[in-house]
Structure formats: C-alpha cells, structure tokens
C-alpha cells in the first residue's frame, strides 16, 4: 500500500502551515479583501474614489540565488520581506498605489517552521507597504528541490490614474539624477557574489572590511522599499521619471525610462560605495564593468529630475529621511 505521505507529500504539514500563518496573512488585510484564506480565488473590492481613470499596475519577481545564503544561513524571515518591497518598487516606480500581494512558496518537503518564518517576512512587508498579503499557494514536490531548499514568487497589483503615470516620456536632455541609498544587494547579483565570498568566508565571518557585520547579515540585508519617498515625490509632480536599480544595475535600468536618442550619464565617484560591494570587487577580481552592470553598488532608486526642481525634490526628500544624492545627468546619446 502507498500513501501519499509515502510518496513525500505530508498533507498533515501543510495543514498545520495554513493554520499557523491565517493569523500573520489576516494582520495584513485591507478594507477591499472580501475573502479569508482558503477560497479558491482571492477577491478584492477595491476603492477608486480619487481617480479619474484608474489603471492596475502588476509585477512578477522572486529573490533569485539570495535563498541559497537562506538556506546557508539558516535565516528564513528576511526573503519574504525581500520579495513583498521587491515587487512594490517596481510598481511604485510607475506611480501606483499597491494593492494586494499574491505569494509562492514552494518545496521538496515541507517544514512548517520553515514557512511560517517566509510568509512572517511577506505578511511584515505586506503590512509595511500597506498592502493586502490576499492569497497564497504552497506547493510541496518532492524530489524537484534539494533537502531544505524552497523557491519563492510573488505579484502585487496595484492601481495609478492614467494621468499620473510615470513612464520616463518626459525626460530632457539636462534632467538631473537623484540617488537614493540601497541598503546591500538587495535581490539581485548573487550568484556572483555567493562565487566570490564564499571561496573564502562562511556565513558567519566577519571579514575586517564589514566592520563587525557578518558575511551571512551582509547578504541577508532586506531589499528595502522606496514607497515613502516615492509617492513623495510623486505627490508634488517631482520626478519625471523613477528607476528601481535592479538587475543591470544603474545603466541597465535607467535604460528602461529614459527616452530613444538620450542616456543617463552617471558619475560613479559622486558617493561612497559601500564596503561589501568594494569587499566582493576586491575578492574576485570583478572588472569594473561587471560590477555596473550585476550590482547597485549602493544606489537603489534614482529619480529623473528638472535641473529647477532639483532643491525642491532634495528637500521634500529630507524630509522623509533620505539623503539624496546627485549622481549625474541625462544628456544626448549622439
């Protein structure tokens, strides 16, 4: 006789993993979800009193190779977080207001332990960011992951008024680039990284150049969301266009906004790169072409901005506690 549980799927593990994260997932529900966890479709009634033309805005993402310095680690409560910020970025950059988040969680074998602490990460991200953590699905497959290891992908929606759109199309040769600070790796450029550090170090040294911080905490900082300033800026009609430095780092991504016959010039000297970054360079030898183009290097959102607009952005934000920095310009691409 075969049983399921015999073939490696333990329904009884996934029970108790729905009823020990309804309680985190519940946390983050808005006054627009209209069902509890469990229904086979995840509804929600939003509230577009405020726009003229409202417009969904959806992104699809995971954390890539930063779970294999998880399962290292041993550290699970960080990549949800990652994910739930990573996703709202990329939709905050267009204008939207998140709506709801979607994720999932997949495995050889299931530890409830395990999960709990992954969805802990989405429910405080979701909870952040003020978004609904609407609905989920955990797969068990056993034999398709190694032992201990699971994969991760969210998708958010949210809505923008048509209007309000930030897609870049106004950029001019002149628009100034307003750094904001990234707070590590954030989700992307592991692979290369995992390569270089840990030839070396294990995830708990605290190489001298970290300054006391371990290799593991190091990577593990959460990708951080730029929401806050964003819609700051948003607000006042500031940034004519908003780039989430991600994969293909700052030339990669300012690409994606920045109009056909215009670049964005950068000056990679105009901050201090942060340790880990010049700590993986030096380790592995990384030209400094590959660098630009896998890591942030220390900058995770740049807003376009008018040369005339420049105080006022920088001021408003301040305010929000940032620091923003002048880290170049657009010019012609001729």
């Not at 699905?137 to 201990?148: F, H, K, R, S, V």
Request: aromatic share 6%; proline share 5%; hydrophobic share 40%.
């Amino acid at each position: 006789m075969a049983t399921y549980k015999d073939a490696g799927v333990d329904i009884a593990a996934a029970d108790e993993t729905v009823d020990r994260i309804k309680p985190l997932v519940r946390d983050t529900f808005t006054p627009g979800v209209l069902t509890d966890i469990g229904a086979f479709g995840a509804f929600f009634e939003p509230d577009f009193d405020g726009y003229d033309r409202p417009v969904l805005v959806s992104s699809v993402d995971g954390v890539g190779t930063k779970l294999k310095v998880a399962f290292r680690a041993g550290r699970h409560d960080t990549v949800g977080e990652d994910l739930v910020n990573h996703c709202v970025n990329d939709i905050a950059v267009c204008g939207a207001q998140p709506l709801f988040f979607l994720d999932y969680f997949s495995t050889g074998t299931l530890e409830p332990d395990v999960a709990l602490d992954v969805v802990r990460g989405f429910a405080r991200g979701c909870k952040a960011n003020g978004c609904a953590l609407i609905g989920g699905e955990t797969a068990e497959m056993p034999d398709l992951y190694q032992a201990g290891e699971y994969d991760l992908a969210g998708m958010i929606v949210g809505v923008v008024d048509k209007t309000r759109v930030v897609d870049g199309h106004t950029i001019e040769e002149g628009d100034v680039l307003l750094g904001l600070s990234s707070t590590g790796l954030h989700t992307n450029g592991y692979s290369l990284a995992r390569h270089v550090l840990f030839e070396q170090f294990s995830v708990e040294d605290q190489p001298e150049a970290l300054e006391g911080v371990s290799v593991g905490d190091a990577l593990l900082a959460v990708h951080r969301s730029y929401l806050e300033p964003i819609q700051a800026l948003h607000t006042k009609g500031l940034a004519e266009g908003l780039v989430h430095v991600t994969g293909g780092g700052i030339p990669g991504n300012t690409a994606r906004v920045v109009p056909d016959g215009l670049t964005a010039v950068v000056d990679y000297a105009a901050w201090e790169r942060p340790a880990l970054f010049d700590l993986i360079q030096t380790l592995g030898d990384v030209p400094e072409g590959d660098m630009r183009q896998t890591f942030n290097l220390g900058i995770g959102l740049i807003a376009v901005v008018r040369p005339q607009s420049v105080p006022a952005a920088v001021k408003v934000l301040e305010a929000h506690g940032e620091q923003p920095v002048r880290i170049g310009q657009v010019q012609s691409a001729v």
